[in-house]
Structures are given as C-alpha cells and as structure tokens.
C-alpha cells in the first residue's frame, strides 16, 4: 500500500485498532476514560487532520546530530513537511542532506507521492548565520503552522503538540517555548549563560511590553499569517534574529502565549555556537526592533 492510500484510510484502519494521536477518535477514546478536564490538564487534543505543520530547521555543521534530529522530528505524530535550510556547512552536512534527498526522491517515485514528513533542502551558497536560514525556510513554507527547531539535540521534538495547542484551540497566534518556566528538565550548564539570557530578555520586555521569560528560545511557533506578516520584513543574518522577530510580533500585537520545555543544552565542545559578540548585537537588535517597526 503506497503512503498516500494510507494516509487516506481512516484512523482506526492505519494503525490497527489503535487511532492514531491528536485525532478525534484518539481525544474521544481519551476523553471517555479520563474525562475532558484531564485531557485539557495533559495536553490531550484534537488537531485538525487537514492542518500541516512546518519545521524550518537551520543547519550548520551538524552532521553528527542531525539524523537523530531527523527521526525525532519525523517520530511526532502530526502531518508535516521538514524544511531544512544549510547555511553552507563544511563538514560533510551537505553530502549527508544530498543523500537524504535522492532518498526521498527514490520514495516518491516508488509510492507515488510522499503525504508526510516530506523534507525540503534549501542550500546557501555562502555561510550567512542563523537568521538568513529562519528567512530562507520562512519563504519555503506551506504549511498552517511553522515551527523553528535548531538542528542540534538540545530541544525535543516531542513537545511540538504542547506548543501548538494553545494555536489549535485558536487563543495565539504565537507561541514561545521557555527554558526557564521551570517544570521540565534543564540540563545545567553555564551560569554566565544563564544570566545573558535572562538580561537580554528583560531588555527586549522592556522595549516590547511583552512579559517573556525567554526572549532567546530556539522553539518559536506561528500561525501561518503571522509568518506571511512578519517573514518578508526579516532582516537580521546572524542571532539577532531572535530580538527583530520578537519585535516585530510586539508590533504586530500578536496573541503570544509561553510554554515550558526541557532542555539539554550543549557545551561549546560539543559545537554550541553562540558567543558574547551576539550578546552585544542582540542588544543593537532589541532597541533597533523595539523602538521601530
């Protein structure tokens, strides 16, 4: 059976008996054992079956994690496209998404069209950062919802269906993932970090209004028409990214809601990225975006 047939067979019929996650028979089922009120407290919903999410995934010399990035993005059970953006790796990433590439297109000639976790490669030309890869995958998307998920392991996928409910249910138009919420796990690390992190986002709460807790989280969820908003007006290359879109939703007086996630944070041994010179720019950032539109 070709992926597009299973995918139009009703819940029950592609998983056996069991309906699959997030769909209606799955919720009700839930809901008749554990009643509505626990569903809502454990996060348990419906999301629309013909609603698509997009990952937009910057990559940057992460050929050793990005496989397990892949199969964990791949694993969460939402229909979805996995558009992935290299900013000019060098360290065999781009041979790696290459492969990946005439996998897939090996997959949709074999069943006729792939319906789910259909990946999309943009490749730059030149290293540009973090920022370029956000705008690059934000021109790409076609999905209802977009997600940014960085291409290491330091966020988990799993939590896509936590951080999309409040959009579902129609109460945000974005929705932020926060470090520092406290009731999920966070790997301890560096201190200094720490305090960067929570300086820069008092910065920008105090040029925005808004009262994040974590203005620099990797894990930023859109409904599609804040993306089609806000994306052609993106400029910021590198970090500063993370302010300017934060600015510019600010601005646009968007619904944001907060979510806690866990965190496995890397050390700069293991290829963390982000230095004090970012720092800095993120600074420039928060009052160029907080101030002016």
């Known amino acids: ?17 069991e309906p699959a996650p997030y769909t209606e028979d799955w919720f009700e089922s ?44 791949k694993a969460v059970p939402i229909r979805k496209e996995i558009v992935m953006v290299d900013d000019f790796s060098r360290d065999g990433t781009r041979d790696l998404l290459k492969r990946l590439e005439d996998e897939q297109q090996a997959a949709e000639a074999k069943s006729g069209g792939l319906t789910n976790n259909r990946l999309t490669i943009i490749y730059h030309e030149r290293n540009q950062g973090k920022g370029a890869a956000v705008r690059s995958g934000f021109g790409a998307v076609t999905g209802d919802f ?18 999309l409910h409040p959009i579902v249910e129609g109460k945000a138009d974005v929705v932020y993932g926060s470090r520092f919420l406290g009731d999920q796990p966070h790997r301890v690390l560096y201190y200094w970090h720490y305090v960067g992190n929570r300086f820069l986002t008092t910065m920008s709460n105090w040029f925005t209004n808004l009262n994040l807790t974590d203005m620099e989280t990797c894990y930023k969820v859109f409904s599609r028409h804040v993306v089609d908003d806000i994306g052609p007006l993106l400029k910021q290359n590198r970090f500063g990214i993370e302010p300017e879109i934060t600015g ?24 963390k990225k982000i230095g004090w010179k970012d720092g800095i720019a993120a600074l420039w950032c928060i009052v160029r975006y907080g101030w002016f539109r």
């Open 248 to 271: 510019r939703i600010a601005h646009g007086r968007y619904r944001v809601y907060e979510m806690s996630v866990s965190y496995d944070g890397r050390t700069y041994e293991q290829g």
């Open 146 to 163: 977009v997600l940014i998920q960085d291409a290491d392991l330091e966020y988990d996928p799993s939590e896509y269906p936590r951080l």
């Open 1 to 17: 059976m070709t992926d597009s047939q299973t995918s139009s067979l009703p819940a029950t019929e592609r998983l056996g008996q």
């Open 30 to 73: 839930l809901k008749g054992v554990l009643g509505e009120a626990a569903c809502r407290r454990l996060g348990f919903y419906v999301i629309p079956s013909g609603k698509l999410l997009s990952v937009v995934i910057p990559v940057y010399n992460e050929v050793e994690t990005l496989l397990d990035l892949l199969e964990k993005v």
